[in-house]
């Protein structure tokens, strides 16, 4: 049973070039939720994704952020026109159900953005 | 907004005594409570849930108790071991999300 799958596991980009960050959850799991962290500090809530719908991106920047789960493939949370303030690790988890539930995340072990 | 503590100093303990971390909380009550482990360079991984309406719930060495009127989660590990040595992440589930503390460093000295 394979776990969450996140690639790539580190992404070097210059300012201004765009990050594409995947993430294949666990089979059967039709909830991903999207995490940045930085040294020393916590996990810090981006986005809910359910298939093909965004439920939650009270945590994703208005601005160059945009993620998307669609019918068939990967989750996707793209950063475009990187910063170096957007160096971090990001966090892609899964769940069969809702937030609400009782039901653990699983995590994937993450992509390492460095912005050069 | 919700605001979680966990013990703000990494925490060392020598091997075979029982490590104790804290999570506190403010502004919520959770129906339920994860405690996760992450190493370095990984993942976090789920260890336990507890409801509250359960006060306590063990799973081998690891217990953690939950009082809401305290608005803390203590979770526990005995007869620690240099291998438990990770940091520790508490979390809180809400409608859309799990709001995550900063974690407590736990480091197990042989």
């Known amino acids: 049973n394979a776990g969450v799958m996140q690639n790539p596991r580190h992404l070097v980009r210059r300012r201004g070039q765009e990050a594409r960050l995947r993430c294949s959850p666990m089979?059967?799991?039709?909830?991903v939720y999207w995490y940045r962290q930085l040294p020393e500090e916590g996990l810090k809530f981006m986005v809910y994704?359910?298939?093909?719908?965004?439920?939650?991106e009270s945590g994703m920047p208005k601005e160059r952020f945009s993620a998307e789960f669609p019918k068939e493939g990967p989750s996707i949370l793209r950063i475009q026109q990187v910063v170096r303030g957007d160096s971090a690790a990001y966090f892609c988890?899964?769940?069969?159900?809702?937030?609400?539930?009782?039901?653990?995340?699983?995590f994937g072990n993450g992509t390492r953005l460095t912005v050069t | 907004s919700q605001k979680i503590e966990q013990n703000s100093e990494a925490l060392n303990i020598q091997e075979g005594k029982t490590a104790t971390l804290t999570c506190n909380y403010t502004?919520?009550?959770?129906?339920?409570l994860q405690w996760y482990r992450q190493d370095p360079g990984r993942g976090p991984v789920f260890l336990l849930l507890?409801?509250?309406?359960?006060k306590e719930k063990r799973k081998e060495r690891l217990k953690v108790t939950f009082d809401t009127t305290l608005k803390q989660s203590l979770f526990h590990i005995t007869a620690s071991q240099p291998a438990d040595s990770a940091t520790y992440l508490c979390?809180?589930?809400?409608?859309?999300?799990?709001?995550f503390g900063t974690g407590t460093s736990l480091t197990v000295i042989p």
């Open positions: 988890a899964s769940s069969p159900e809702s937030g609400q539930g009782a039901s653990p995340l699983h």
């Open positions: 507890i409801r509250e309406n359960e």
């Open positions: 979390a809180l589930i809400g409608v859309n999300q799990f709001y």
């Open positions: 994704l359910q298939k093909e719908n965004i439920i939650d």
């Open positions: 502004n919520y009550s959770p129906a339920y």
């Open positions: 089979k059967g799991h039709s909830h």
